[in-house]
C-alpha cells in the first residue's frame, strides 16, 4: 500500500514575543533554548521523522532563513525546502506547502507543525498524529489538534467541541473557535470542560484543503491555479512570485473557523507554545520554587517563578526577584515583570535592535 502521509514544518515566522534571544536575524526555531544540543526546528524534524519517511517532509521558511536551514537541517534537499519571498502569514505558507504536495501525490495527506513547540511524550504523540491522519484519509475533513487546559490560560486559542457526538475515539465536531480570551471567559472555558486549547497541529487531505481554500478565500480562487502551475516546475526555488500578491491572513480565522468539514482531536501528548516568556514560566517544569533556567547558570537565593536565560558562559547571581523575566542576548539584557507583555513589546519597539 503506497505511503500517501506527508509532514510540513512551518519554520518561517520571527519570533518576536521571545525578545531579546529570538532576534529577526536568528528566530526562536533555530535556537538550543533548553540545551539538548538541537535547537527547536531539529527537534521537530527528529520528532516527525520518526514516524514519517524523510523524503515525506518538508519545511516551509521564509526566504532570510534558507542559510539556518541549510546549516541545521542539512538532510533535507532543495527540493523540500519551500520558500517564503514575504511573510504573508500562516495560510499562504499553508497553501503553497499544499499545492506543492498536492503536485508530488494527488492521494497526500498532510501533518502540518510548527516548529516552535514543545512535545512532552513524543510516543504518546506519534500514535496522536497517526490516529488524525487515518481519519482525513478515510474522512473529507480538516482536523485540529486540541490539548485538555490545565489552567484558565488567557495567551492560547480555545476550541468548543461537541462532546455529545464523538466521531472516532478522541475525535468530535467543532462548536466554536476563541482567539485568546480574557481572564473571565478563560476561567468559564475551564468550568464547562468541553473546550480544548488550539494547538496549532493540523492534519488534513491537501485535496480537501484546496477545496477549502478556493471555496472560502476569495483572492484564492486566480492564485490557486497560478500556485499549480508554478508547482509543475517541480522546483520550489521557482516558486513564489504569487507571494506578493496574496493577503496576510492566518489559517484559523480564514478556514478553520468559516469551513464546515472541521473537527478536533483530544491530544495526549503534552504540550506547550513556545511563543511567550509567560508561557514558558508556566508550561517548561522548573525548579522548587518555580524558577525556569533555559540552558542557564544561575545561583538564586530567595528567588521565586522567574524565567532566566544567559549566554553560555554567563552566570546569574540573584537574590529576592519574583515573577521576572531576565534574558541576555548579545548586546541586550532584558529584565522585565514576566506577566508585562506590553512593556516587552515596547521595550523590542522602542529600541533599535532587532
Known sequence: MADNKYCLILAGGNGSRLWPISRTTKPKQFLDLFGTGRTLLQQTYDRMAQFIDPSHIYVSTNYDYLPLVYEQLPEVDDMHILEEPLRRGTLAAVAWGSVFIAKQDPQSVLFVTPSDQLILREEQFRQDVLAGLDFVCQNDGLLVMGITPSRPETGYGYIQIDDEKPLSGDIFSVKSFTEKPDAEFANIFMQEGNFLWNTGLLCFSTRVMLDNL??????????????????????????????????????????????????????????????????????????????????????LYECSDNVIRLPKGRTAVIKGLNDYVVAEEGEILMICPRQDIAAMRRMHTDTKFG
Open 214 to 299: 478556493f471555496m472560502l478565500v476569495p483572492e484564492y480562487r486566480v492564485e490557486i491555479p497560478r500556485m499549480m502551475a508554478e508547482a509543475e516546475s517541480s522546483n520550489p526555488k521557482l516558486v513564489p512570485e504569487f507571494f506578493s500578491v496574496l493577503p496576510n491572513y492566518n489559517m484559523d480565522v480564514s478556514i478553520l473557523e468559516r469551513s464546515s468539514q472541521v473537527y478536533v482531536q483530544r491530544g495526549h501528548f503534552g504540550w506547550a507554545d513556545i511563543g511567550t516568556w509567560a508561557s514558558i514560566g508556566k508550561d517548561v517544569p522548573g525548579d522548587a520554587e518555580g524558577n525556569v533556567l533555559l540552558n542557564t547558570e544561575a545561583y
